[in-house]
Nanobody
């Protein structure tokens, strides 16, 4: 059984930073899985935020976060990260991590990020 457990969410002022973590456990070879981050704001659909390949050397970002967010991973710890800088109120959402390989994918439970003064 595979689990993805997220942490690091919270309340931050505009312009602040947070780092989300997504720790994987169970029967998977973590380095084989591409990791993706999504977010869902109240009343809106879930949207793609970032992606990092298994080796950790290729990343992709949505236009709204590019230049402010950085995805990374430590395969020795089976953990992915999303460093979020210069946060703005419109970044307020529940953030989810996702690990996928071919047709197999797993989701974290989500962590709340709130940006407000």
């Amino acid at each position: 059984q595979v689990q993805l457990v997220e942490s690091g969410g919270g309340l931050v002022q505009p312009g602040g930073s947070l780092r989300l973590s997504c720790a994987a456990s169970g029967s998977l070879t973590f380095s084989q899985y591409t990791m993706r981050w999504y977010r869902q704001a109240p009343g809106k659909e879930r949207e793609f935020v970032a992606r990092i390949n298994g080796a950790g050397d290729i990343t992709t970002y949505s236009g709204s976060v590019k230049g402010r967010f950085t995805a990374s991973r430590d395969n020795s710890k089976n953990t992915g990260y999303l460093q979020m800088n210069t946060l703005q109120p419109e970044d307020t959402a529940v953030y989810y991590c996702n690990a996928y390989l071919a047709r197999i994918e797993y989701w974290g439970q989500g962590t709340q990020v709130s940006v407000s003064s």
